[in-house]
C-alpha cells in the first residue's frame, strides 16, 4: 500500500462571483521512501492539492475525492489522531524562508516548540535534538546559530533551519512547495540536493512541488505535470523524459534552458496564459495553447489514461502526437 | 560574502557569516538615551514628590508676587508666591498618570481588539472596522466634554476620555500590523504544527505587533498629555488637582501676570514642552531601528 495516495482529488472554491475550480480529478501515489515530483505552472493547482492535504484550505473550499495516508483518511481525520498528525506524520516546508520564520522569535525556540509540543521533550533534550537537525541539514556553528534570530541567517540557511523545523519530528512524509523558489539560484541546488540526501538518508517519503522539470529530473521516482487544475501527465521520471507523450508536457520540456544548446538558441515559450478556473472544465484546459489542438479538444475533456505501451504513464490528451490534425487536413 | 566549504567531501554550499550589525542600544543612539533618560527623571520626580526635600506646593508666599528664579526657588514664584518648581513636580503626577491610564486604556481595547479582528477578518472585522472609523469621526473635544460632564472630571474619568480617543488609532495600527504577519508562513507552520488561534495570537502574532505598538504609546502618552492640558486650559479636566495644564491655564490666563513674570507659565509649559518632545523622539527612534530590522527579513 502506497504512503500517500490521493483519489479524484477536487477542490472548488466558493467565490462572489460563483465557484471556481481549482483542482480536480488528481490522482496520484507515493510510496514510502520514494519521491514524487509535481510540477506545473502558477494557477495548476499543485498548490491548493497540497494545501487540501495540509488541511490548509479556507472554509470557503470545498474538496471531494480521498486522500489517504497508510490507509488513514487524511479529510476525516479522528481528532486524537488529528493532534499529533501534522507536524508528526507529515510535514512541510514552505516557498519563502524569508517568511517562515517568526523574525521576533530565536531559532532554537522555533525549533524546538513543535517536537516539545507533539513529543513532551524536555528542554535539553529538545535542544539537543534540535542541534542535531541543524547539523543534519548541514549549518555550521549550530550552538551559535540555535541562539540566533532569523535575520541573522542567509536566505539558504534559513531554509535549512525550516527544513530542519520540518523533520524535528521524524515525518514519513515532507511535503516541500517551491523550496527554492525564493532563493538564489545559487543556493537553489545546495537545497535540492540537502533535500534529496536527507530524504534518502531518513527513508522519507517526498512531495516535491516546482514549476521547473528541470528540478525534479534527477531527483524524483515520479513526477506529476499539472495544468489549468488537473493532472495532465503522470510517470515514473525516467519513463516522462525518456517518452514525454501530453504536449504540454514537451512544451515544458522545451522551455527549459539547456547548457548544451548552440549558443544564441531562443527558449520556446508556451505562448497564452493559463485558463480562467471558474469555469467548469467542460474541455481540455490546454486546448487554447496547445500546438496539436484539434476540434475535439475544445468540446470534450480528455480522460486520464494510460498509454498502450506502459500502463504506469497516464496521460489527458485526445491528440498527443499532432496526428488527428494531420488527418483532418 | 559567500565562502565555499566542503562538507562530506561533495556539496559545496554557502557559509555566510554577515559581520554583526551594531547592538539595538547603539543603534538607538544618543538621542534616544537622553530623551529616556529625561523621561526618567520626569516620572521619578513626580513619584519621588512627597518626600523630595521641595516646598508645599500649596504654601503661599514662599516667594514675592512673580519672583524671578533665584538660587533656592529654581523655578521662582507664581503669583500667589507658591514655589514654581514644587508645583511643577507636583503638577506632573496628574499629567502623567492621565496620559499613562489612557494609553493603558487605549492598548488594551484597541490593541487587543485590532489584533482579533486583523487575524480572524470576516464579518468581526468589519464590525471593528466601522466602529474605528466612526470613533475617528467622532469630534474628540465633545468626546471629552461629554464624558468628563457627565460622568465626573476625577482623574479616573478624564483618562477614560482621553483613552477612548486612543482606542481607533492604536487598534487601526493592531490590525495593520496583525494583517501584514498573519499571512507570513511561519503562521501557517505554527497551524500545521497544532497551535491553537489564542496560542498563534499571543505567542507567535503579538511579540511582532508589539514593537511598533511600543512606539505609537509612547507618541500616544504624549499627546495624552497634551491633550490633558488642553483640557485643563478649557477648565474641564480633573477638579480637586493640580497639572501642568491646570497650572499654565493659571499662570497664563492673565496677560498682566504674563507680562510680569512670564517664568511662572514658562517653566511648566517647558517641562511639558520637553517630556513630550522626549516621549515622541524615543517612540520614532523604536519604530526606526525596529522598521529597519523589519525590512532586512
Known amino acids: 500500500m502506497a504512503l500517500l495516495e490521493v483519489k479524484d482529488l477536487a477542490v472548488t472554491f466558493a467565490t462572489a462571483s460563483g465557484p471556481v475550480y481549482a483542482v480536480s480529478n488528481v490522482n496520484f501515489s507515493v510510496e514510502r521512501g520514494e519521491a514524487l515530483g509535481i510540477v506545473g505552472e502558477s494557477g495548476s493547482g499543485k498548490s491548493v492539492t497540497v ?112 527544513i530542519a523545523m520540518a523533520l524535528a519530528n521524524d515525518p514519513a512524509l515532507l511535503i516541500a512547495d517551491e523550496p527554492t523558489t525564493a532563493l538564489d539560484v545559487t543556493v537553489q541546488r545546495d537545497i535540492l540536493d540537502l533535500l534529496d540526501g536527507l530524504r534518502r538518508d531518513l527513508d522519507m517519503a517526498l512531495v516535491l512541488i516546482t514549476h521547473d522539470l528541470g528540478v525534479v529530473r534527477d531527483r524524483t521516482d515520479d513526477i506529476v505535470v499539472m495544468y489549468g487544475g488537473r493532472v495532465m501527465e503522470s510517470a515514473s521520471t525516467a519513463e516522462l523524459f525518456a517518452n514525454t507523450i501530453h504536449p504540454y508536457s514537451r512544451a515544458l520540456r522545451r522551455s527549459i534552458p539547456d547548457m548544451s544548446m548552440p549558443r544564441g538558441t531562443r527558449l520556446d515559450p508556451i ?38 505501451a506502459n500502463s504506469e504513464h497516464l496521460f489527458a490528451c485526445f491528440n498527443p502526437h499532432g496526428e488527428l490534425n494531420e488527418e483532418s487536413i | 560574502m559567500a565562502d565555499a566549504s566542503t562538507i562530506d567531501g561533495s556539496t559545496a554550499f554557502e557559509v555566510i557569516d554577515e559581520p554583526a550589525p551594531p547592538s539595538v542600544a547603539r543603534q538607538l543612539g544618543l538621542g534616544f538615551w537622553l530623551s529616556s533618560a529625561f523621561v526618567v527623571l520626569v516620572v521619578a520626580l513626580a513619584l519621588l514628590a512627597p518626600i523630595l526635600p521641595i516646598a508645599d506646593p500649596d504654601q503661599t508666599a514662599i516667594g514675592g508676587r512673580l519672583e524671578g528664579p533665584r538660587p533656592g526657588l529654581w523655578f521662582g514664584a507664581d503669583s500667589t508666591g507658591r514655589d514654581v518648581l514644587s508645583l511643577t513636580i507636583w503638577g ?200 529597519a530590522k523589519e525590512l532586512q527579513l
Open chain 1, 51 to 162: 494545501k487540501s492535504l495540509m488541511n490548509l484550505l479556507p472554509s470557503t473550499a470545498t474538496i471531494t475525492g480521498s486522500a489517504t495516508y497508510d490507509g488513514l483518511d487524511m479529510f476525516n481525520l479522528a481528532s486524537s489522531r488529528r493532534k499529533h498528525f501534522y507536524g508528526v506524520d507529515v510535514a512541510m516546508v514552505f516557498q519563502n524562508p524569508m517568511t517562515s520564520l517568526n523574525p521576533v522569535k530565536r531559532i532554537g525556540v522555533q525549533l524546538t516548540e513543535g517536537m516539545r509540543y507533539h513529543r513532551n521533550l524536555s528542554k535539553s533534550a529538545a535542544k539537543s535534538r534540535a542541534l542535531e537537525l541543524l547539523d543534519m541539514v548541514r549549518i555550521p556553528d549550530s550552538a551559535k546559530r540555535f541562539s540566533q534570530y532569523p535575520h541573522e541567517l542567509s536566505g539558504g540557511m534559513r531554509q535549512r533551519v525550516v
Open chain 1, 271 to 308: 505562448p497564452g496564459s493559463p485558463p480562467d478556473l471558474a469555469i467548469a472544465p467542460a474541455a481540455c484546459p490546454f486546448a487554447p495553447r496547445c500546438v496539436n489542438v484539434d476540434a475535439i479538444c475544445k468540446f470534450s475533456l480528455p480522460e486520464l489514461a494510460p498509454d498502450t
Open chain 2, 92 to 291: 506632573s503626577r496628574i499629567s502623567l498618570l492621565v496620559g499613562f491610564i489612557a494609553i493603558v486604556i487605549g492598548f488594551s481595547i484597541g490593541g487587543t481588539v485590532g489584533i482579533a479582528a486583523g487575524y480572524f477578518r470576516g464579518l468581526f472585522d468589519k464590525v471593528v472596522s466601522f466602529i474605528f472609523v466612526t470613533l475617528l469621526s467622532f469630534p474628540a473635544l465633545i468626546l471629552a466634554i461629554l464624558i468628563t460632564t457627565l460622568l465626573g472630571r476625577t482623574v479616573l474619568w478624564v483618562s477614560v476620555s482621553l483613552g477612548v480617543l486612543a482606542i481607533a488609532p492604536v487598534g487601526r495600527l493592531a490590525r495593520a500590523q496583525t494583517l501584514v504577519f498573519a499571512e507570513r508562513e511561519f503562521v501557517t507552520a505554527a497551524r500545521i504544527l497544532g497551535a491553537s488561534d489564542r496560542r498563534i495570537l499571543v505567542k507567535e502574532l503579538l511579540p511582532n505587533v508589539v514593537i511598533p505598538m511600543s512606539a505609537l504609546a509612547l507618541l500616544g502618552m504624549g499627546i495624552a498629555i497634551v491633550a490633558e492640558g488642553t483640557l485643563a486650559f478649557l477648565a474641564i479636566s480633573v477638579e480637586d488637582g493640580f497639572s501642568w495644564g491646570r497650572q499654565i491655564q493659571d499662570a497664563g490666563s492673565s496677560v498682566r501676570d504674563l507680562e510680569e513674570g512670564p517664568h511662572a507659565a514658562l517653566f511648566p509649559i517647558g517641562v511639558l514642552f520637553l517630556t513630550v518632545l522626549s516621549l515622541n523622539y524615543a517612540g520614532d527612534r523604536i519604530r526606526d531601528v525596529f522598521d
